[in-house]
């Protein structure tokens, strides 16, 4: 309890890598929801590891003398942008060849994956000066988070939060029934493309905060957990954002009292969550049927 | 020129992506009426039903709307919407009135009145609050007809509303979109069911071939008719 009450101290050493913690925890699967209903979770696994590509491409870049920014130094800014860059592109070429109807979605997501995780580690391998760095940066040390880009992820993380809130009958709208949505006038390809553009921000901005690992299991398990309990769009999206917040928290302290790593303790406690919501819904069958 | 037409195809190739289903396609449909579908699987009535709302271009020829773009209620099928989502009855229903909403405005008191009206004209307001993917096919079919209803349309266009339903549900559906016809809504029904038309439908447009055969439903819903159609590859 002590701990507890330390955490939320404003002297505590970590907090704003906790409070970093939480914001993602809580507005990662306000995205994801949408990730699992238009059963796009392949997409999650992918997104991240093309991220990760992207940051180990801006510092390989960065090696061999190519500075994204010339007068930039900061690592933070070079690497955001490798991140962004990379799920933006991945994210349009994806798009685009899902309208073209072309193929297996699943294959490419899958091809994308194994080249992004592939590309990463040898862009790791090229980068002899600063793989420790990357290597950090990879896992998404968010314990050792600076405070610019503490303000920079609440800032970010708000905004996407604030548009996932208020666009929300829109986006629900275009991904349960596109067609119902063209008869009523809606710009289909512009919505998905806003709910892309928001879903490839939270990812890139996320992996460099807290590691490709912890924004796959914030975007997909929450709303997995909150599709058992939940009825209705706005119930679903907040318990879904709830059930992320309290992995966060919990993990954190988890990971605080007993010295574990950050990213691994707050997934596993979300896949706990789950468990739990699910053995309690099938225990609730068993007794109504009995 | 009929001049109720409420739409108008003349000389019009209809298809995806470039690739013609329907060919020399000449249909009015008059406002007020009832034109029920009829034609084999993978004839081109669905594709036929989504250029009339307007989710596919007419490949060649024209599509006009003599009397101003209709707004319609488009009811796809039901088995297209994914249950994956948590949605409830309502908030199925309330989708037809997001046409009026600009983006980043919220739904209006008299959106969800309007939604709860649609309800009741469809006799789903004790459905409401339940788990849209929890219906079973008749109660779904009705909230995606409330959600048309709530969309103030002038036009019902529906895609196989009673496929996959017991014969009772049928009868239900096809009463139900009956009486919203004869208060005025011009209604464009595909369907299988070729009987469930007999003294509904005003004309009848049967796909064979590539083709259009259109006429009154009297004659179209004949038993030699049928027939001829059947052995035509028609159904």
């Known amino acids: 309890m002590d701990l507890l009450l330390e955490m939320f101290s404003p002297e505590f050493l970590l907090r704003h890598a906790l409070y970093a913690s939480l914001t993602i925890g809580l507005v990662a699967p306000l995205v994801g929801v949408y990730l699992v209903l238009r059963r796009l979770v392949f997409l999650g696994v992918a997104l991240p590891q093309i991220s990760a590509a992207g940051i180990a491409f801006a510092f390989f870049l960065h090696t061999l003398g190519v500075h994204l920014y010339p007068h930039q130094e900061e690592e933070q800014v070079m690497a955001l942008t490798g991140s962004v860059l990379f799920v933006a592109v991945a994210l349009i070429a994806l798009a685009t060849l899902e309208r073209r109807g072309r193929g297996l979605v699943e294959g490419r997501v899958g091809a994308a994956y194994a080249a992004a995780a592939a590309a990463s580690i040898l862009f790791v391998a090229a980068n002899p000066y600063g793989e420790s760095t990357l290597l950090s940066l990879l896992r998404g040390e968010v314990l050792g988070i600076s405070l610019s880009q503490f303000w920079a992820t609440i800032a970010v993380y708000g905004g996407i939060a604030l548009c996932m809130l208020v666009l929300q009958k829109e986006f629900t709208f275009v991904s349960f029934d596109r067609e119902m949505a063209m008869t009523l006038g809606k710009n289909v390809a512009a919505w998905d493309l806003g709910l892309y553009l928001l879903i490839g921000l939270a990812i890139a901005f996320g992996v460099m905060t807290v590691g490709p690992l912890l924004i796959f299991g914030f975007l997909v398990i929450p709303p997995l957990a909150a599709r058992q309990i939940t009825r209705g769009m706005w119930p679903f999206s907040i318990v879904a954002s709830a059930i992320g917040g309290t992995s966060a928290l919990i993990g954190f302290y988890l990971s605080l009292r007993w010295d574990l790593p950050l990213g691994p303790t707050d997934v596993a406690v979300a896949c706990v969550l789950l468990a739990l919501i699910v053995a309690g819904q099938t225990a609730l069958g068993w007794l109504k049927r009995a | ?235």
């Open chain 2, 1 to 235: 020129m009929n001049p109720n037409a409420l739409i108008r195809f003349s000389e019009a190739s209809i298809g995806y992506r470039g690739s013609p289903v329907l060919e020399a396609v000449n249909l009015e449909i008059t406002r007020g009426s009832f034109v029920g579908v009829l034609g084999a699987n993978g004839s081109g009535k669905s594709t036929l039903l989504k250029t009339v709302v307007g989710i596919l271009p007419v490949l060649k020829g024209r599509l006009e709307s003599p009397m101003g773009r209709p707004r319609f209620g488009y009811v796809p099928q039901r088995d297209t919407l994914d249950a994956l989502y948590p949605l409830t009855a309502f908030e199925v229903a309330l989708m037809g009135t997001h046409g009026r909403l600009a983006p980043l405005s919220f739904v209006r008191k008299e959106m969800r009145e309007r939604t709860l009206e649609a309800l009741a004209e469809v006799r789903a307001e004790g459905l409401a609050d339940r788990l849209f993917a929890e219906l079973s096919g008749g109660e779904r079919q009705r909230i995606l007809i409330a959600r048309a209803l709530a969309a103030d349309s002038d036009c019902l266009v529906l895609d196989e509303p009673v496929a996959g339903i017991d014969h009772t549900t049928v009868e239900v559906i096809m009463d139900l979109t009956s009486s919203l016809h004869r208060r005025g809504l011009t209604t464009l029904m595909v369907n299988h069911h070729i009987l469930s038309l007999r003294g509904r439908a005003d004309e009848v447009v049967w796909i064979s071939e590539h083709r259009l055969v259109c006429g009154p439903a009297d004659l179209m819903l004949s038993k030699e008719k049928i027939e001829e159609m059947l052995m035509a590859g028609g159904g």
